[in-house]
């Protein structure tokens, strides 16, 4: 009898539960379609879990019933990633740069790198300038290096210059990096290194002083900065082995004998906003074959070119104005000159001995051929001159150009004979003027 009654009891129970189950989505008990005459209840939900948002994933509040049912609420997005300190991965050697990593505190993904600029050299000597609380390098001092780096620090402070002579007549230093603390390069600062053969020059350097490469006759190649807008005179002076140069863009003038016996010199790239090329930039610069100027280059100095021997063609600035004495004296192999349309004076031996110059023309601008400018240039026939503004032609200004025979000239007949010639202008033997109203014949 009591067994009876504890089996009805127990299937008392289990008929309530049956009836007041949840609708799980699985089709359990109380399920939805098939699952009897009795309407599932409405699930009781509570917060199961509370996620938080992290770099890569949003958060959210994750909701559960007993029944096993589940939603996620309060949906948010990823959080922004949380920096950390840099951390040296790879440390910075004398000569080699090192590498640090930043990355997430939360996640561990790889934010940025940056580069440790090398330690540099041990034992150079340095004066602290306390007007900038800076230091500047003065000499070799105990360093033993014959590759040469210079720190972008010393004592917590930035190294901002090379001083004056501070390596002149070192002849074991074989390469040099300076870094982008550098801001100046100063007088015969590495004058007479004979041994030094690469220098590496970074961005932020402003200034290289008169004479601070001078005489580094083992020096292969330069790249200037972008930075660098001053460059003193002669210095590149006899850099005998420097076959290639590329001049910051920043640089106006190219100034006296900054390249001068430069002998191995075959390339150079001239930056768009040159304005003056000056006296012996280039002088004895043997192995040039070619320069292309920008269209600013407004003066050529005194013997700039002279005496570079494979200069095959000159394109010239139509800013151009003046072409100094001897500017191309000597280049035995000039063959092509474009004459800018700005031309004014062309000086005493411009082009004297250009052997190989052909036949020129001449701007309407021009107003001075001067002494001996276009002397011994053998290969000349025929002469163009534009304008009727030249006013004077010099002495010997065409003198033994044997094979020039005719001047194409812009003028009338009267115009040509008030030009100022003196004397022994022309080559010998007859010369044709072809005037605007007829032709002038002139023997000599």
């Known amino acids: 009898m009591k067994t009876r009654s504890f089996l009805t009891v127990l299937f008392a129970l289990f008929l309530v539960f049956a009836l007041t189950a949840c609708n799980a989505p699985d089709g359990g008990s109380g399920g939805g379609e098939g699952g009897g005459e009795n309407p599932p209840c409405e699930h009781a939900y509570f917060v199961d879990e509370?996620?938080?948002?992290?770099?890569?994933?949003?958060?959210?509040?994750?909701?559960?019933?007993?029944?096993?049912?589940?939603?996620?609420?309060?949906?948010?997005?990823?959080?922004?990633?949380?920096?950390?300190?840099?951390?040296?991965?790879?440390?910075?050697?004398?000569?080699?740069?090192?590498?640090?990593?930043?990355?997430?505190?939360?996640?561990?993904?790889?934010?940025?790198?940056?580069?440790?600029a090398p330690t540099g050299s041990v034992g150079l000597e340095y004066e602290w300038v306390a007007s900038s609380n800076t230091y500047r390098v003065t000499g070799i001092g105990s360093c033993t290096d014959t590759e040469l780096v210079i720190p972008s620090r010393h004592e917590g402070r930035p190294v901002k210059q090379i001083w004056k002579n501070a390596f002149q007549g070192n002849t074991t230093i074989t390469s040099v990096y300076i870094p982008s603390s550098v801001i100046s390069v100063m007088e015969s600062a590495f004058y007479d290194c004979t041994a030094l053969e690469t220098v590496t020059l970074s961005e932020g350097l402003l200034g290289i002083g008169a004479g601070a490469f001078c005489g580094c006759t083992s020096l292969?190649?330069?790249?200037?900065?972008?930075?660098?807008?001053?460059?003193?005179?002669?210095?590149?002076?006899?850099?005998?082995?420097?076959?290639?140069?590329?001049?910051?863009?920043?640089?106006?003038?190219?100034?006296?004998?900054?390249?001068?016996?430069?002998?191995?010199?075959?390339?150079?790239?001239?930056?768009?906003?040159?304005?003056?090329?000056?006296?012996?930039?280039?002088?004895?610069?043997?192995?040039?074959?070619?320069?292309?100027?920008?269209?600013?280059?407004?003066?050529?100095?005194?013997?700039?070119?002279?005496?570079?021997?494979?200069?095959?063609?000159?394109?010239?600035?139509?800013?151009?104005?003046?072409?100094?004495?001897?500017?191309?004296?000597?280049?035995e192999e000039l063959a092509d000159v474009r004459f800018g349309e700005s031309l004014e004076f062309i000086g005493e031996a411009a082009f004297s001995g250009c052997e190989k110059l052909g036949d020129i023309i001449l701007p309407r601008t021009l107003q001075t051929i001067d002494n001996g400018a276009f002397r011994d240039c053998n290969a000349i026939t025929r002469v163009t001159l534009n304008g009727k503004n030249l006013s004077m032609i010099g002495r010997y200004a065409f003198n033994s150009c044997g094979s020039l025979k005719e001047i194409t000239y812009g003028g009338t007949k009267a115009n040509w004979e008030a030009i100022e010639k003196e004397l022994s202008w022309m080559p010998l033997g007859i010369l044709t003027i072809h005037c605007t109203n007829g032709d002038i014949r002139i023997a000599y």
Do not use: W
Not at 64 to 82: F, I, K, L, M, Q
Not at 256 to 280: N, Q, W
Not at 298 to 315: K, V, Y
């Open 50 to 116: 509370i996620v938080p948002p992290s770099c890569s994933a949003g958060g959210y509040t994750l909701y559960a019933c007993a029944c096993g049912d589940s939603y996620r609420a309060n949906e948010t997005n990823p959080v922004p990633h949380t920096p950390g300190d840099f951390v040296t991965v790879t440390p910075a050697g004398a000569t080699t740069p090192g590498l640090e990593e930043q990355r997430c505190t939360v996640c561990d993904e790889l934010l940025d790198t940056r580069e440790l």
């Open 220 to 331: 292969t190649e330069l790249h200037m900065p972008t930075t660098v807008n001053s460059l003193g005179i002669v210095a590149f002076m006899d850099c005998k082995s420097l076959t290639a140069v590329t001049i910051s863009g920043a640089i106006s003038r190219i100034p006296e004998s900054a390249f001068y016996g430069c002998e191995k010199l075959e390339r150079v790239a001239l930056p768009a906003s040159l304005g003056a090329i000056d006296a012996r930039a280039f002088f004895g610069c043997s192995a040039l074959e070619e320069v292309r100027m920008g269209e600013l280059v407004g003066t050529i100095g005194e013997d700039a070119f002279s005496n570079c021997i494979r200069l095959r063609e000159i394109d010239l600035s139509d800013q151009l104005k003046r072409i100094e004495q001897f500017a191309f004296y000597g280049c």
